[in-house]
């Protein structure tokens, strides 16, 4: 089997979608029922689904969004209305979350040095 696509819960499937399409580069491409699709690239499709209800606790599953400079992209998603999660700094990851709260990381193109721990190391140190 191959990932098809990726679906993502939310109370508000149009704001979401926007967000992730600003975010990605990847314009709104339809709208079905419950359902906003941004257009497919690399194979892998996104989508938005209506879902009553909140997200509660901690994904069980997020993306790791990779870029030549993650600060600029954290930049960037903080002005389209995503925050920075600073309880996950210990672990070396820059983590982000979209307006309804989900999260993702967002980490430098190519390899990621990680410790024994799983910690990384690529985010500047204050």
């Given at each position: 089997?191959?990932i098809?696509?990726?679906?993502?819960?939310?109370?508000?499937?149009?704001?979401?979608?926007?967000?992730?399409?600003?975010?990605?580069?990847?314009?709104?491409?339809?709208?079905?029922?419950?359902?906003?699709?941004?257009?497919?690239?690399?194979?892998?499709?996104?989508?938005?689904?209506?879902?009553?209800?909140?997200?509660?606790?901690?994904?069980?599953?997020?993306?790791?969004?990779?870029?030549?400079?993650?600060?600029a992209?954290?930049?960037?998603?903080?002005?389209?209305?995503?925050?920075?999660?600073t309880?996950?700094?210990?672990?070396?990851?820059?983590?982000?979350?979209?307006?309804?709260?989900?999260?993702?990381?967002?980490?430098?193109?190519g390899?990621?040095?990680?410790?024994?721990?799983?910690?990384?190391?690529?985010?500047?140190?204050?």
């Amino acid at each position: 089997m191959d990932i098809n696509c990726v679906i993502v819960d939310s109370t508000d499937p149009e704001r979401l979608a926007a967000f992730w399409s600003e975010l990605l580069d990847r314009p709104v491409a339809g709208r079905t029922g419950p359902y906003v699709w941004l257009e497919r690239g690399n194979g892998l499709g996104v989508g938005f689904q209506r879902a009553d209800g909140s997200k509660a606790g901690k994904n069980r599953l997020h993306l790791d969004l990779e870029s030549e400079d993650p600060a600029a992209e954290q930049a960037r998603v903080e002005a389209l209305g995503g925050r920075r999660l600073t309880e996950y700094d210990p672990g070396g990851f820059l983590v982000m979350a979209d307006p309804e709260g989900n999260e993702f990381c967002v980490i430098p193109k190519g390899s990621v040095e990680l410790d024994d721990e799983g910690r990384a190391h690529y985010l500047p140190t204050d």
